[in-house]
């Protein structure tokens, strides 16, 4: 009975509380809001301490990333995170590579900062989308992303990164995106009118990506399915993924 219960006001909740926002201002504005640690990293990825933020991002880098083929071969200079969020995959990154760079849109860099403080990480630079042309040509031997690109507003931001992605990848540097997943045609995107506060946004058909990374350059390696929990192996994320690089 409590678990039905619990079910019904959680229903309730989706629906009478639940707040409707403008899907870009809500990923550059709320974080900065936030003043406490624990709660600046609940923002971008549910924990229930910063130790355990640390530990989840561990895992998402080891599985996520490091666990594929084309890792070990990568040249481990500068790494590029698209959407660091509140940098629990820039601390691990930054263990493997020179340096790395996080680039996102949220107005908080000062609690990023602290907390990769915190894990004594220090050969870092966090830049502003506005900044991405900074970023020197055939500079970044390795660009990555994990639980970003779906919350996107557009599909135009998806083509912003992967120009900015061809011009700065060296060129044996290699890419690797986790997307929105759509199972049907094309790509779908939520309307602000319709947006719910920290949900996906934006889903592309794995087709449709295919057929857009193509353009510019080669895959890798494309999966449409991919595990929720990589640890247990079970489970379906609501992401795909795809790796690439530069066409010779």
């Given at each position: 009975?409590?678990?039905?219960?619990?079910?019904?006001m959680q229903y309730i909740f989706q629906i009478f509380f639940r707040k409707k926002v403008?899907?870009?201002?809500?990923?550059?504005?709320?974080?900065?809001?936030?003043?406490?640690?624990?709660?600046?990293?609940?923002?971008?990825?549910?924990?229930?301490?910063?130790?355990?933020?640390?530990?989840?991002?561990?895992?998402?880098?080891?599985?996520?990333?490091?666990?594929?083929?084309?890792?070990?071969?990568?040249?481990?200079?500068?790494?590029?995170?698209?959407?660091?969020?509140?940098?629990?995959?820039?601390?691990?990154?930054?263990?493997?590579?020179?340096?790395?760079?996080?680039?996102?849109?949220?107005q908080n860099f000062a609690m990023s900062k602290k907390f990769l403080a915190l894990n004594?990480?220090?050969?870092?630079?966090?830049?502003?989308?506005?900044?991405?042309?900074?970023?020197?040509?055939?500079?970044?031997?390795?660009?990555?992303?994990?639980?970003?690109?779906?919350?996107?507003?557009?599909?135009?931001?998806?083509?912003?990164?992967?120009?900015?992605?061809?011009?700065?990848?060296?060129?044996?540097?290699?890419?690797?995106?986790?997307?929105?997943?759509?199972?049907?045609?094309?790509?779908?995107?939520?309307?602000?009118?319709?947006?719910?506060?920290?949900?996906?946004?934006?889903?592309?058909?794995?087709?449709?990506?295919?057929?857009?990374?193509?353009?510019?350059?080669?895959?890798?390696?494309?999966?449409?399915?991919?595990?929720?929990?990589?640890?247990?192996?079970?489970?379906?994320?609501?992401?795909?993924?795809?790796?690439?690089?530069?066409?010779?």
């Open positions: 009975m409590n678990k039905i219960f619990k079910k019904i403008a899907i870009r201002d809500s990923w550059i504005v709320t974080p900065k809001k936030q003043r406490n640690m624990l709660e600046f990293l609940c923002w971008f990825d549910r924990t229930k301490s910063v130790v355990e933020s640390i530990s989840s991002g561990q895992v998402d880098w080891e599985h996520r990333f490091k666990r594929f083929k084309h890792f070990n071969s990568v040249t481990k200079g500068i790494a590029l995170e698209i959407g660091f969020g509140g940098g629990r995959l820039l601390a691990h990154a930054a263990k493997d590579f020179d340096k790395v760079i996080g680039v996102d849109i949220h004594n990480i220090t050969n870092y630079q966090l830049i502003k989308r506005s900044e991405m042309s900074g970023i020197s040509p055939n500079s970044i031997d390795y660009v990555y992303s994990f639980i970003v690109f779906q919350h996107f507003d557009s599909f135009k931001e998806v083509k912003f990164y992967l120009d900015h992605i061809h011009r700065i990848l060296t060129n044996d540097g290699v890419a690797h995106i986790y997307f929105g997943k759509n199972n049907s045609d094309g790509v779908e995107v939520t309307k602000d009118g319709k947006f719910y506060l920290r949900d996906c946004s934006l889903f592309i058909n794995i087709k449709t990506m295919k057929s857009l990374i193509e353009e510019n350059f080669k895959i890798i390696s494309i999966k449409d399915k991919v595990v929720k929990d990589p640890v247990k192996n079970i489970g379906e994320s609501v992401q795909s993924m795809i790796i690439f690089k530069r066409l010779d």
